[in-house]
């Protein structure tokens, strides 16, 4: 049965391609997968995947996009011969997101480490309540840009649980080179030389399996 994995935050530029081309990767060394990019024209997943493609290197990997809520449904529909299909979601787009939080098993909230990105992610609350009256939604945040281990870390933690009282995946990506070279080369960091990177994207596929339970 096809397991499909979100990521939406209606912040800009908080790691939502970043996280979706590094997990759609590693998925896809173990079954079927498919990258649906939500965020067009913009497109960054696409046009990672593009790259990757030129190279190669797409193995057992797909991607397609998906202009708007009903298009979205309708390639769900369309992949559903897949193991995975990760959605890379849109910002701003309150139908788009909606959509994804429905459609998901499981939804990934990228939250970048500061206190900003914490207050900007609570407007995503109102559209999961209003999934929730369609499906229970199965929602995680994912800390990216964090710094384990530090002061700043534990009093966001503390501030992200009372402002948005959303579980926290127990991984986290740091703010590494590495990601932004994959990104643009069309690679995952698992690809590259960066052994922290690495066993980041590799802790964060491990949960999100455990989580969907396969």
């Known amino acids: 049965m096809t397991k499909i994995i979100g990521l939406v935050q209606v912040k800009g530029g908080a790691g939502r391609s970043t996280v979706s081309t590094n997990l759609a990767g590693e998925l896809s060394k173990s079954g079927k997968t498919v990258l649906i990019d939500c965020d ?12 990757r493609q030129q190279k190669g290197r797409q193995g057992n990997l797909k991607a397609d996009t998906a202009i708007d809520h009903s298009d979205l449904i309708n390639k769900v529909k369309q992949h559903q011969d897949a193991d995975y299909i990760v959605l890379d979601g849109a910002p701003r787009l309150a139908e788009m997101t909606k959509a994804i939080l429905i459609l998901a098993d499981l939804c990934l909230i990228p939250v970048g ?3 900003a990105e914490i207050w900007a992610t609570g407007d995503i609350l109102e559209l999961i309540n209003q999934a929730n009256a369609v499906k229970q939604v199965k929602a995680r945040m994912l ?3 964090y710094r384990a281990h530090t002061r700043l870390a534990q009093e966001l933690s503390g501030l992200a649980s009372q402002e948005l009282g959303i579980e926290a995946l127990a991984s986290s990506t740091g703010m590494r080179v590495a990601y932004m070279q994959a990104l643009g080369e069309g690679l995952t960091v698992t690809e590259l030389a960066d052994t922290s990177a690495r066993d980041e994207v590799k802790a964060l596929t491990a949960e999100v399996k455990k989580l969907l339970k396969v």
Do not use: I
Request: aromatic letters at 16%; proline letters at 6%.
């Open 113 to 115: 480490a500061s206190n």
């Open 143 to 145: 800390w990216t840009r």
């Open 40 to 51: 067009m024209p913009q497109g960054t997943s696409a046009s990672w995947f593009a790259v």
